[in-house]
């Protein structure tokens, strides 16, 4: 029950007969009379636990867009229902109104549309619904709460989308380049293919246009090799979801940034025809994406991030050879999306890290904090000089984690939350240039 | 689109039915702990009357016991609490057989009032009186303090009464007689005084204890001190005694030494009791008209709505519209905060040379770079390049970038800024 302003109203109303009739015993039959109507209307309004409830919603949006909630209301009850109604949505998934009016005659039907502009990625959820519904004199109502759930994942708002067809292009090059110049490592067969003017002459496979000869002229027509980048290479990413990941650099957690680079990365690779797979891992797997090919990629992995958020547990640096080996046993490129910061915290890492580049390609990707390096630049007063010593020492730490990482034979990518996607995926490029996947 | 049916609906309001069930449990506990309660006071017994003296008081700082007694050696004792029955229970008993013994330790009593109790009975006992009960009925009677519970008195006058008790405990409150004024002296000219109990703890001196009593001492006061726990005062026929050895009438201490002896001589010389305890009643209530009277009649119940109103109000604001929505926070942790936290420790612990080093290393690095040396290079080759690129001495160039040490926080300000400056002039260079 929940009473009305005009309730209020009503009961203070009451201070006229009050003074008019200057009786104290007005008083009490004033609050008979306003308990009476409060009665009556109570009785007479519709009852909100007759209503039945269905919901219409997305399954998935992307974080930053806004997507429309639909709660259907039919009114299963005798009497008309009228007042207003609350959808429970969580804070963070952004409904721009939680609170609609609502009138639905006895076995009608209404729809509420929620707009909902999710601002945390994961699983966004409604609880449940309330329902106030009022007499016909609007004083009191009943009310309700009816556990109607509703949730909606919220992914990754892969941004760095946009540097997907500057890189696409950069591997068409390579593809072209490689064709015409390039043999060796890197390269591999494709096809055979008749000469045309303008091909590479040392690329002439004799003994294909020994065999072959025009049945319908019996002129000899050359034959000649074409070569393309080597394709259907693995690429195994681990996401780093221990406790450094959920360090924030420039409002955004290190691990929103990793998945960034990650989804770059695997349209890139994806495209490239090389097999990508997915760990995210601290103690134990958070998410797995293994086996997914073509455009199901992408949404398997943005499905599978959507809902993970750093632990504060340490990462288990130790069972990663381990899992990459559960994922495949041929060499792969095996990125480590994780922070390379103190020598003390990479200690495990460090100590895997053979293991892994024994059979595999390995790049770490760190994200780097570019107010460390703007740090060391302020030096105006004795505490900023203080401040800028610290920095040059983070930064000389990471420097030496990074030296480290490159003498076990790693290769490290850094970068600021907005470059570090583009350069990992350039690092790719890069080595799949010089065939080193 | 994904369509969530809910055939049947979990209602989490609970309805009318059950919250009362809730209720009734609550409403059971509640009649259980005041039964418990009950039970309890009624086991205990209600000590009603803890009031120290009171006549009705089983308590032991009550007086009971005494009141009890004397009513089993045939003295008709009388309880009351207003001048009204005090002069109702006198007429009935005659005023040469009663005695009156009042107790008004708030002084509620008037001069009149109390004037008019002497004139109910010839035998008036004030049992600790305050300084406007004296000035009325025993003029040459002043307050002289309270005496501790552990004094121990011995009779030591000529009153038969005293005389039987022996010794008597001492605690209460004590009196001393002083000179009455020559105006009362001549009104009453035959008043005999008789002081007994003596305390002997004559504070004040005490130099002489006999001639200090302007009026005429009654032979027997032959104590050590001047300060006197029994007072009889005899005014021709009428007699006021002041008692302030009150502990002697308590529960408590009746039963030791010559304490019952005392009371029951000093209350039960005449046939009957009236014990007489000042109250309320005896208080005249004239005062001028309150406000409730001056204001209309409406104003009380329009104050009592306006609090009603208030209260509807915060039910109107208050109801909560369904519960709250549980939302996990993320953690946030900036992760320049270690380098933040080391920043701070440097600057609290001074560490200057650490920090400066820290600068130097990076500078170091830097200038390596910017020269076009390798990550091999020494730092002697990096300083030599430096010093040959920009220009400046090879000395002052080593001495920033190795040798110099910063002993004040300005010094370190200075070294910082020069490596700056060292590291733009070498860029510049380039």
Known sequence: MAVSGWFVALVALGVVPLIVLDQPVVLVAWLILVILLTTLDLVLAGTPRGLRFTRELPARVRLGESVASRLLISNAGSRRVSGIVRDAWQPSAGAVATRHPLSIPAGERRTITTTLVPFRRGERRSA????????????????????????????????????????????????????????????????????????????????????????????????????????????????????TSAARIDNEPRIDTAFESALLLAALASRAGDRVDLVIYDRRVRGRVQGATGADLLASLVNTMAPVEPELLEMDWAAVPGLVRSVTSQHALVVLATSVDAPGAAEGLLAVLPQLTRRHTVIVSSVTDPSVVDATLARGDRTEVYRAAAAERALLDRERVSAAIRQLGGVVVTGTPADLPPALADAYIALKAAGQL | MTETLAPEQTVLTPTLRKRARGLVFWAVIALFALAIALITIGLTGTSQDAVRLSPDSPAPAGARGVVQVLRSQGVTVAVTSSLAETRTAAAISGPESTTILVRDTESLLDGAQLRSLGGLSSNVILLEPGFRQLNTLA????????????????????????????????????????????????????????????????????????????????????????????????????????????????????????????????????????????????????SPPTLAELSPDWVVPTALLVFIVAIAAAFWRGRRFGPLVIENLPVVVRASETMEGRARLYQRSSARSRALDALRVGAIGRLATACGLPRTASVEEIVQAVASISGRPLDQVRTLLLDARPTSDRELIRLSDALLELETAVAAQR
């Open chain 2, 139 to 286: 003029p040459g009677v002043a307050q002289a303090g309270s005496l501790d519970s552990d004094v121990v008195l011995s009779a030591d006058c000529a009153l038969p009464v005293v005389q039987r008790a022996g010794t008597v405990s001492g605690g209460g409150h004590g009196y001393r007689l002083v000179p009455a004024s020559a105006d009362t002296g001549s009104e009453t000219p035959t008043s005999i005084t008789t002081a007994c109990l003596s305390s002997g703890d004559g504070s004040d001196g005490g130099t002489d204890t006999g001639s200090d009593s302007g009026s005429e001492s009654g032979g027997a006061t032959a104590g050590t001190g001047d300060v006197y726990s029994l007072v009889r005062v005899v005014t021709g026929e009428s007699a006021v005694t002041v008692l302030g050895a009150s502990d002697a009438l308590t529960n408590e201490t009746i039963v030791t030494r010559g304490n019952a002896a005392l009371a029951l001589g000093v209350l039960g010389e005449r046939a009957s009791l009236i014990w007489y305890v000042p109250s309320l009643a005896d208080v005249a209530a004239v």
């Open chain 1, 128 to 243: 449940h619904v309330t329902v106030r519904s009022f007499g016909p004199l609007r004083l009191a109502a009943r009310q309700a709460t009816i556990e109607v759930p509703g949730s909606i994942r919220v992914l990754p708002p892969f941004t760095s989308r946009k540097h997907l067809p500057s890189r696409l292009a950069r591997l068409r090059e390579l593809d072209g380049r490689t064709s015409v110049m390039i043999r060796g490592q890197g390269t591999e067969f494709d096809s055979l293919r008749e000469y045309v003017r303008g091909d590479d002459v040392r690329s002439i496979d004799w003994r294909a246009t020994a065999r072959r000869r025009d049945p319908s002229s019996g002129a000899p027509s050359l034959v000649v090799r074409t070569w393309r980048p080597e394709r259907d290479r693995r690429v195994v990413i681990v996401v780093d979801s221990g406790r």
